[in-house]
């Protein structure tokens, strides 16, 4: 599936795979991100706002097995636990769950040295166009 919109992101996310419930992804942070640029001088560290993109992403890529295409209404809950650096590979744990007739995506981000994120989105579901 393709989808195009704007995004901070250079690069896309990879799917590695795909369950019924939910994927697992992978993106590669390339230190040529131009969000490097003033985030921050001599120590870049990637922004918080882009580690729930790339879940965004992955939930794009990777839609609960429902017909339509997953909207992004809420960001529900991010916890921040560590940094993420240039050339670091961010791997998406995506997990979709139904409450109350509205999507929840939950996802746990990690790199090699170990857990960085957990996000929460919230979504609904619209006809393709």
Same mark, same amino acid.
């Given at each position: 599936?393709?989808?195009?919109?704007?995004?901070?992101?250079?690069?896309?996310?990879?799917?590695?795979?795909?369950?019924?419930?939910?994927?697992?992804?992978? %993106?590669? $942070?390339?230190?040529?991100?131009?969000?490097? @640029?003033?985030? /921050?001088?001599?120590?870049?560290?990637?922004?918080?706002?882009?580690?729930? &993109?790339?879940?965004?992403?992955?939930?794009?890529?990777?839609?609960? +097995?429902?017909?339509?295409?997953? !909207?992004?209404?809420? !960001?529900?809950?991010?916890?921040? %636990?560590?940094?993420?650096?240039?050339?670091? &590979?961010?791997? $998406?744990?995506? &997990?979709? #769950?139904? #409450?109350?007739? +509205?999507? #929840?995506?939950?996802?746990? %981000?990690?790199?090699? @040295?170990? @857990?960085? +994120?957990? !996000? @929460? %989105?919230? /979504? &609904?579901?619209?006809?393709?166009?």
């Amino acid at each position: 599936m393709s989808v195009a919109f704007a995004t901070p992101l250079n690069r896309t996310v990879q799917t590695l795979e795909r369950r019924p419930t939910g994927a697992t992804t992978r %993106l590669t $942070v390339g230190a040529d991100e131009q969000v490097f @640029r003033g985030h /921050y001088p001599d120590f870049p560290i990637f922004p918080g706002v882009c580690l729930v &993109e790339t879940v965004h992403h992955a939930a794009l890529a990777n839609p609960p +097995a429902e017909e339509g295409q997953p !909207v992004l209404t809420a !960001v529900e809950s991010v916890r921040f %636990l560590s940094p993420v650096f240039p050339d670091d &590979e961010v791997t $998406v744990e995506l &997990e979709w #769950k139904l #409450k109350a007739g +509205a999507w #929840k995506a939950h996802a746990a %981000l990690s790199t090699a @040295r170990g @857990r960085t +994120a957990q !996000v @929460r %989105l919230g /979504y &609904e579901l619209r006809e393709a166009s």
